[in-house]
């Protein structure tokens, strides 16, 4: 079994559409994240949630909205599409917060690519 | 605010040579480090970590690395490097309550 998996693998779109991309692990971690690849592969992340509760939600477009309804799954809307919102966009999970006590190790999903024409 | 630079965009090393992999880190309070590996298409996987205790640390796939305090790096190393190595090496520093990433080193092995 996956212990983080993303769907889709791959998303082709035209701009001002809205997608989502699903998020699930079977690891029992209590936090989760959203991170964006660029096409330079710079990786930043986007947001986290604690036990559904949103701990990190970086300087994002509110286009883009995650919702998490149990702790197990994380998901990401994205509203109106923008060219610039092509990237690879990993989900991941950690026992429980970075930093919180020490620091946790984050296992990475596969990865979503979303194109956006 | 910590952060890291891993200096070195590419590197490429022939197959069976040794390999080190730069990365500095910002000061501050005794740093979390870690260092991933991304395969072409793939995600993210953990080689190793750093939390305090022996600077040299173990990882998975034959790599380790050392935690020189003097010289603010976290330094990944392999004394023999095998094709399947190729990918992208990520050094990443735990700034508060997230995990920031270095741009990345883009290893290539040749034959």
């Known amino acids: 079994d996956t212990a983080v998996s993303q769907t889709p693998k791959y998303l082709v779109t035209q701009m001002g559409n809205d997608k989502s991309i699903k998020c699930e692990q079977n690891?029992?971690?209590?936090?989760m994240y959203w991170y964006k690849q660029d096409s330079k592969k710079f990786l930043k992340i986007m947001f986290s949630y604690n036990n559904k509760e949103l701990i990190i939600n970086e300087t994002v477009p509110n286009r883009f909205s995650p919702k998490s309804p149990d702790k197990a799954h994380l998901n990401l809307h994205i509203n109106s599409l923008e060219l610039g919102d092509s990237a690879v966009y990993f989900c991941?999970?950690?026992?429980?917060?970075?930093?919180?006590?020490?620091?946790?190790?984050?296992?990475f999903g596969a990865g979503s690519r979303l194109t956006v024409l | 605010a910590q952060s890291v630079t891993q200096p070195d965009i590419h590197i490429t090393v022939s197959e069976g040579a040794s390999l080190e992999l730069r990365c500095n880190y910002s000061?501050?309070?005794?740093?979390?480090l870690f260092w991933y590996v991304q395969s072409p298409g793939q995600g993210l996987q953990l080689l190793l970590k750093?939390?305090?205790?022996?600077?040299l640390v173990q990882g998975i796939k034959g790599f380790e690395a050392e935690f020189k305090r003097s010289q603010s790096s976290f330094n990944l190393r392999k004394p023999s490097v095998h094709w399947s190595d190729a990918a992208e090496y990520f050094c990443?520093?735990?700034?508060?309550?997230?995990?920031?990433f270095g741009a990345g080193t883009i290893l290539r092995v040749k034959s």
């Open positions: 690891l029992g971690h209590d936090t």
């Open positions: 750093y939390f305090s205790g022996d600077t």
């Open positions: 991941a999970s950690s026992q429980t917060m970075t930093g919180s006590s020490g620091a946790n190790v984050l296992t």
């Open positions: 000061y501050g309070a005794t740093p979390y």
């Open positions: 990443a520093v735990v700034n508060g309550n997230k995990l920031v």
